[in-house]
Structure formats: structure tokens, C-alpha cells
DNA sequence: CCAAAATCCGAGTGAAATACTCTGATTTCA
DNA sequence: TGAAATCAGAGTATTTCACTCGGATTTTGG
């Protein structure tokens, strides 16, 4: 029950683009060296983002990346989906390898129900919602599944 | 974002285990032939749900697994604890593994929230509620989140 | 026009996690 | 006493992940 690194170092670039939005476009070589990602890895990964239309990228001189989305216009579910893929809990969910059983499944579904609401729940996070929070540590150490964010 | 199959193959047999309640053990021989899963494979998995105390074995002729505790109070939350470990959607919130930046972290926060929300989702469906859903196959297409089981 | 700065593209590699096996010991009961 | 079951721990095969490499292409500054 992993993100993979891919997504997760996805995120942090794309958090320097929305800072960044409406800027200059910014280049792999800054945004690995403000996340300590390694290049050649992050270029892949923008790459990915650009291909499913997240991002947008200008070559030579002065290029780099910039977000394609106001950043409240760009969910995690997307994100994520961009990166590794639609959410497949179980292999069972996976629209490319339809399962023979099925039917009587005891398990599948529950993982579909689980699969869903992750789905849902990653869709009403935007970028937005990940920037206010990185500037507001946790305060008082709370619930903060019901602090700011809002939360189905 | 997956489940491993140790997870999904434990719920099967835990699935089972439920429908017997209160009755003679069941053997993993039986319980491998009814769900197709590798013998070998599922005496490892019932070892760690019994490690975890969700699960209590005979030894012997006649022997085999039952449940420790009712269906309605064995969550999916727990079995997925038992086999897969506490669940850290990324390495960073693996509590044996703290990271040294946090302070600043763009991402950790958001991952922390997407992370409880899964626990505690997890933690509200019982063993009950997947045999209901079982043999309720989805009727009407509806949106099955807010169908029978409780959702948050 | 040219060289440097950037992205693009496809293939390839190493390590780690997953999925599963094997062997033998131990307990129980007919 | 021996067959039926779990217990225990080491071992292996496969897949996925995380990341690299080499070279082509596009753009711009000088
Ligand atoms: S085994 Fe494929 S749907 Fe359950
Ligand atoms: S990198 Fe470890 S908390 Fe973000």
C-alpha cells in the first residue's frame, strides 16, 4: 500500500511549478536540485506529466517546465493516475487484466468500494490544497485529517 | 497503490473462517482448494493472522483455523496491519524509518492526511460487512460507496 | 551560424520487494 | 503408532521499482 517514488517526487516538482505559476519556466536541473531528486530520473517524470497534459515544456536556452493548470485545477488523483497509473488495488481491478472468477468473489467487492473512495478522496485534493498545507505545521497537533483541508 | 496478494488471499480465507463461525476448524487444505491459493502459501499467511491474534489453530486430526473474535469486530484495517504492516503511503511516514527533512516538506503533510483517511477507512469495514457485500452484487449500478456499507 | 542549454526518446540495469517453495519438526487424536 | 494437521525458518524465482545511459532534437544567445 505504497505511492511510488515517482509520484511522490511528481508532487514535489510540481509544487515548485505551482509556486512558480505564471513565472518563467523552470528547468530539471533546478527542480532536482531543490528536492534532491536525482536528474535524469525527474526528467522521465516530467516527461510522463507532460505527456498526460499536466505540464507543458519549452526547449533551448531558458526552457523548462511550467504547470499547464492553475494549481487548484490540478488533483492528486491526477497526478498519481499520471505517474503510476489508474489505482488498482488488487490485481482483480485492473481494467487490462479482467479477472475469470468474478463472480462469487468474496473479496473484490470490498476492494472496490476501498479503491473507489481512495480515488474519490485524491480527487478533491489539488495542489492548492498541498501548498497551504506545507506552511501550516500541523498546528496543535490535532486532527488534522479535519483541519483545513476539507474532507468528504 | 496496491494491496499485496497476502492481504487479499488472508481476506478470502478470513472470509470463510467468518462463515463458519462457531463451528468445527477449517483446515488450509480446504480453505487453499476453495480460493486457488498455493497451499505452501496460505500456511505462511494464517502462521502471521494467528501471530496477530485474529486467528486460533488445532493441531492435529481434524484440526485446523477459526476466528478469535467475531466477524463484526475483525476490521480490514487489522488483517491488512497483520500482513502488509502499517500502511505508509510513502517511505517517509514508515514510522522505523523517520526522514531527516520533514521540516519544510512540501508532500508529507498531504500524505499523512490521504494516509489516516485510509486507515480509518479501512478500520470501519468489518469482516460483516464484506460477506454482505458478497451476495449483494451491486444492484442497480448505483453509486455502490454510499450503498449498504457505512461510509464516513 | 554555431555552440550551449535545455528537453526528448528509447533502451537498459541493479537492487529490492513480492510471491511463493522446501524441509523437517511438533502436536493431536483415532 | 501413524496419519493429519500446524509450526518454524530458510530458500528461490519473478516481478516491480528506481534509476541510468547515449544520443537525437529544439531553441536561443552571442
Ligand atoms: S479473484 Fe478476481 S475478482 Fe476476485
Ligand atoms: S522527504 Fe521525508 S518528510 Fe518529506
Known amino acids: 500500500m505504497k505511492v511510488t517514488r515517482k509520484s511522490d517526487y511528481g508532487l514535489r516538482a510540481l509544487c515548485t511549478l505551482a509556486q512558480r505559476y505564471n513565472q518563467e519556466p523552470v528547468s530539471i536541473g533546478q527542480l532536482s536540485a531543490e528536492h534532491k531528486i536525482p536528474e535524469p530520473f525527474l526528467e ?41 497509473g ?22 473484490s467487492p470490498v476492494w472496490e468500494i476501498v479503491n473507489q473512495k ?16 506545507t506552511h501550516r505545521p500541523l498546528s496543535g497537533e490535532g486532527d488534522r485529517v479535519s483541519g483545513k483541508v476539507k474532507v468528504s
Chains 1, 2 share one sequence.
Open 44 to 84: 522521465k517524470i516530467m516527461q510522463e506529466l507532460r505527456e498526460h497534459g499536466l505540464v507543458e515544456a519549452t526547449h533551448g536556452r531558458g526552457g523548462g517546465y511550467l504547470l499547464k493548470k492553475r494549481p487548484s485545477a490540478i488533483s492528486l488523483r491526477e497526478i498519481v493516475h499520471a505517474l503510476d
Open 86 to 107: 489508474p489505482i488498482a488495488l488488487v490485481t482483480c481491478l485492473d481494467p487490462s487484466l479482467k479477472c475469470a472468477i468474478e463472480d462469487g468473489c468474496p473479496t
Open 118 to 133: 481512495l480515488e474519490e478522496y485524491l480527487g478533491s485534493l489539488t495542489l492548492s490544497d498541498v501548498m497551504d498545507l
